[in-house]
């Protein structure tokens, strides 16, 4: 099955594209390193489908990581991107466009001040500047398997030893910046009261579903008790919604687990496709922010206003709550089905699964943390997904990214798909890979 398919474009669109930008790509996972062989080229999606250079059709899981909520291509979305077009690209001035998507975010969430930015990288280091200000402290909590971007104070690891400071994990970051963070166990509240006793605390950052090592739950009591913490200490909560939000219902993970962050950050859905980020939170601590305060914030295409109308089109579609009785259902079913399948065939293997997001972890029977998550079978999940591409099926190149299912995704395009897992995962079994 492997191999079945023509991909002599993309190939050709790869040897172009190492020639000139590091690994053929603009950002790393998108190269297949962690899969093996060569990244397809997209050359457009429509629906639940994606369709590379050679015009073969893919259902898709990976929906642009997250943002395409409701499917690829959607009409109301293009169709405000093209009517805000006509209008001009970017004005480095004040829009309606910003209040009203403002006011839809604050709506939705009921947070209480946003400020847009232009990634979810940038939303999270700008929400931790204002968490130090805010505190006048110094160190911040993050926790293991959680991703925040590509800022230097969050790609950081555990320091070695018990309740030590975090070391770089990229080359580049200095070792200063990473003495500040502090790298604690996802689902181990008291690993972070710890750090709380020995350390001066401005914030805990924590992704409320952690959906960068695969898809790991939050345990009963975890947001909650990060919540005491973080009251008791006189630290302010940070929850990185830029999954969650907007994904597990309007509210976010806020809602959905009945816990109220000091501020949230957004991404992904909120831009509708365009590249958007946002932080926000209380009024008290938003007005920290320049130009009613000293925090220092700025960004020259934030609030774009092609940007702020495909957001606003993407979260008035989401608003009657349809699209999330449909995604949600759609992805019960998917897992379940995994689930399944990996039981009949007697395959070592997890399934973990909220909302709209799913993961399923080979070779391993519990995911809950980081340290879990790391022992799962990536060979496998390698050959695997190879497979299912060969098979017409768009898994994430990774087995420690999520999977997303959007509102365009059919009944039929899930069957379609628990379809080819089994045929997939029976002949890996029969080859004696499984
Ligand atoms: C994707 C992601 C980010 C970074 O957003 P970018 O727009 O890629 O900079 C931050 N936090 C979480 C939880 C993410 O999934």
Same mark, same amino acid.
């Given at each position: 099955?492997?191999?079945?398919?023509?991909?002599?474009?993309?190939?050709?669109?790869?040897?172009?594209?190492?020639? =000139?930008?590091?690994?053929?790509?603009?950002?790393?996972?998108?190269?297949?390193?962690?899969?093996?062989?060569?990244?397809?080229?997209?050359?457009? $999606?429509?629906?639940?489908?994606?369709?590379? $250079?050679?015009?073969? !059709?893919?259902?898709?899981?990976?929906?642009?990581?997250?943002?395409?909520?409701?499917?690829?291509?959607?009409?109301?979305?293009?169709?405000?991107?093209?009517?805000?077009?006509?209008?001009?690209?970017?004005?480095?001035?004040?829009?309606?466009?910003?209040?009203?998507? $403002?006011?839809?975010?604050?709506?939705?969430?009921?947070?209480? &001040?946003?400020?847009?930015?232009?990634?979810?990288?940038?939303?999270?280091?700008?929400?931790?500047?204002?968490?130090?200000?805010?505190?006048?402290?110094?160190?911040?909590?993050?926790?293991?398997?959680?991703?925040?971007?590509?800022? %230097?104070?969050?790609?950081?690891?555990?320091?070695?030893?018990?309740?030590?400071?975090?070391?770089?994990?990229?080359?580049?970051?200095?070792?200063?910046?990473?003495?500040?963070? #502090?790298?604690?166990?996802?689902?181990?509240?008291?690993?972070?009261? @710890? #750090?709380?006793?020995?350390?001066?605390?401005?914030?805990?950052?924590?992704?409320?579903?952690?959906?960068?090592? !695969?898809?790991?739950?939050?345990?009963?009591?975890?947001?909650?008790?990060?919540?005491?913490?973080?009251?008791?200490?006189?630290?302010?909560?940070?929850?990185?919604?830029?999954?969650?939000?907007?994904?597990?219902?309007?509210?976010?993970?806020?809602?959905?687990?009945?816990?109220?962050?000091? #501020?949230?950050?957004?991404?992904?859905?909120?831009?509708?496709?365009?590249?958007?980020?946002?932080?926000?939170?209380?009024?008290?601590? &938003?007005?920290?922010?320049?130009?009613?305060?000293? =925090?220092?914030?700025?960004?020259?295409?934030? !609030?774009?206003?092609?940007?702020?109308?495909?957001?606003?089109?993407? #979260?008035?579609?989401?608003?009657?709550?349809?699209?999330?009785?449909?995604?949600?259902?759609?992805?019960?079913?998917?897992?379940?089905?995994?689930?399944?399948?990996?039981?009949?065939?007697?395959?070592?293997?997890?399934?973990?699964? =909220?909302?709209?997001?799913?993961?399923?972890?080979?070779?391993?029977?519990?995911?809950? %943390?980081?340290?879990?998550?790391?022992?799962? @079978?990536?060979?496998?999940?390698?050959?695997?997904?190879?497979?299912?591409?060969?098979?017409?099926?768009?898994?994430?190149?990774?087995?420690?990214?999520?999977?997303?299912?959007?509102? $365009?995704?059919?009944?039929?395009?899930?069957?379609?798909?628990?379809?080819?897992?089994?045929?997939?995962?029976?002949? &890996?079994?029969?080859?004696?890979?499984?």
């Amino acid at each position: 099955m492997e191999q079945s398919i023509n991909i002599v474009q993309s190939k050709n669109l790869f040897e172009r594209a190492v020639r =000139v930008m590091p690994g053929g790509v603009n950002s790393p996972v998108r190269a297949f390193k962690a899969v093996g062989g060569d990244p397809l080229f997209i050359s457009r $999606a429509d629906g639940a489908k994606i369709y590379d $250079a050679d015009g073969n !059709g893919y259902i898709d899981y990976v929906s642009s990581w997250g943002p395409m909520i409701l499917g690829h291509n959607s009409a109301a979305v293009r169709e405000a991107v093209v009517r805000a077009a006509q209008h001009g690209l970017s004005f480095g001035a004040p829009t309606e466009a910003e209040v009203k998507l $403002a006011e839809k975010i604050i709506e939705f969430s009921g947070i209480e &001040m946003v400020r847009m930015v232009n990634s979810g990288t940038e939303a999270v280091m700008s929400a931790l500047r204002l968490s130090r200000a805010y505190t006048g402290r110094g160190k911040i909590i993050k926790f293991e398997g959680c991703y925040h971007g590509h800022s %230097d104070s969050m790609l950081v690891k555990a320091g070695s030893g018990a309740l030590t400071t975090g070391q770089p994990d990229s080359l580049g970051v200095p070792e200063a910046v990473a003495g500040d963070t #502090l790298v604690a166990a996802y689902n181990d509240l008291g690993g972070v009261e @710890d #750090l709380f006793k020995k350390y001066e605390i401005a914030c805990v950052i924590v992704e409320p579903v952690a959906a960068n090592m !695969g898809v790991v739950l939050p345990v009963d009591g975890f947001l909650s008790g990060l919540r005491g913490l973080c009251d008791t200490y006189g630290a302010l909560l940070i929850f990185d919604e830029v999954i969650t939000g907007f994904r597990l219902g309007k509210g976010g993970a806020q809602a959905h687990y009945g816990v109220k962050a000091d #501020l949230v950050t957004y991404g992904k859905i909120i831009g509708g496709g365009m590249p958007v980020g946002a932080y926000g939170g209380k009024k008290e601590i &938003m007005e920290y922010i320049s130009p009613c305060g000293a =925090v220092y914030q700025a960004g020259t295409l934030s !609030g774009n206003p092609i940007a702020m109308a495909a957001g606003l089109a993407q #979260l008035d579609a989401l608003e009657s709550g349809d699209v999330y009785r449909h995604i949600d259902q759609m992805c019960e079913k998917l897992a379940n089905g995994m689930s399944q399948i990996a039981k009949n065939l007697g395959i070592k293997a997890c399934v973990n699964h =909220v909302g709209s997001l799913a993961c399923q972890f080979f070779g391993i029977d519990r995911a809950e %943390d980081y340290q879990s998550v790391k022992n799962a @079978d990536t060979a496998l999940y390698a050959r695997y997904f190879r497979e299912m591409l060969a098979a017409g099926i768009y898994l994430a190149p990774s087995q420690f990214e999520a999977m997303f299912v959007s509102y $365009a995704h059919t009944e039929a395009d899930i069957d379609e798909t628990l379809e080819k897992a089994e045929r997939v995962l029976k002949k &890996m079994k029969i080859e004696g890979s499984l």
